[in-house]
């Protein structure tokens, strides 16, 4: 079956801009959560979606929000662009709402530059 | 909130030598799991290892959760391990996982 799948792969922007990212998890999977992995502060969790609902949110600034569909599709938008937002994101899909389990899988990752 | 420890940060080590890498948490967890990520981005789970020992092939993990630590052990270890690996945990009511700065790996040939 198709794994998880992350658009776009990669992803330039400018300052001040916004973006969005999205997320399509394993069929079957309701639970999608996303993460920020950066150099400096390593992997952090930015928040986690079950069945269209914000379950969890990690402690980033009101800038970074997401949304799940009603076909568990996920999305994540971050607006007002900082140099410091540029990041590989994940995305991760599992069949119920733990996400550290063994069944929750991650896409290959969003890597976004801020210029 | 919980700290996570991982060491070493760096390894390097030949073909076919064992090592083990060390995760160290700083409060009780409800979950503890090691993925293994490539060195193309991708994050693949390994163990889900709250409390006990797991193996899987040429790894094996143990948790000990009442002296707050967990081990991953990788033995005759290939070129393919190469990469970085993580250990996160949760704590408490929130569930939220926390990571650690991981282990980067590289087996040269």
């Known amino acids: 079956k198709a794994g998880v799948t992350q658009t776009p792969r990669y992803l330039i922007k400018t300052r001040g801009q916004q973006v969005t990212l999205s997320c399509s998890p394993i069929?079957?999977?309701?639970?999608v959560s996303w993460y920020q992995q950066t150099p400096g502060q390593g992997l952090q969790f930015l928040f986690e979606?079950?069945?269209?609902?914000?379950?969890n949110k990690g402690n980033f600034p009101g800038r970074f929000s997401g949304r799940q569909f009603s076909n568990s599709r996920s999305e994540m938008n971050v607006s007002t662009l900082e140099l410091g937002d540029s990041a590989l994101y994940l995305c991760?899909?599992?069949?119920?709402?733990?996400?550290?389990?063994?069944?929750?899988?991650f896409g290959q990752g969003t890597r976004l530059t801020v210029v | 909130g919980i700290q996570v420890e991982q060491s070493p940060p760096d390894l390097i080590l030949q073909e076919g030598a064992n090592s083990t890498l060390r995760c160290n948490f700083s409060?009780?967890?409800?979950?503890l799991q090691w993925f293994h990520q490539n060195p193309w981005g991708q994050l693949i789970n390994l163990f889900y290892i709250p409390s006990g020992t797991k193996q899987n092939g040429r790894l094996s993990a143990t948790t000990v959760a009442t002296e707050r630590y967990s081990l991953l052990y990788i033995s005759s270890s290939q070129t393919t391990d190469s990469g970085v690996y993580f250990c996160?945990?949760?704590?408490?009511?929130?569930?939220?996982?926390?990571f650690g700065r991981g282990t980067s790996l590289i087996v040269h040939p």
């Open positions: 996160a945990t949760d704590s408490g009511g929130s569930y939220i996982p926390t």
């Open positions: 991760a899909s599992s069949r119920d709402s733990s996400y550290l389990n063994t069944e929750a899988f």
């Open positions: 979606y079950f069945s269209e609902t914000q379950r």
């Open positions: 409060d009780s967890v409800n979950n």
């Open positions: 069929s079957g999977h309701r639970s």
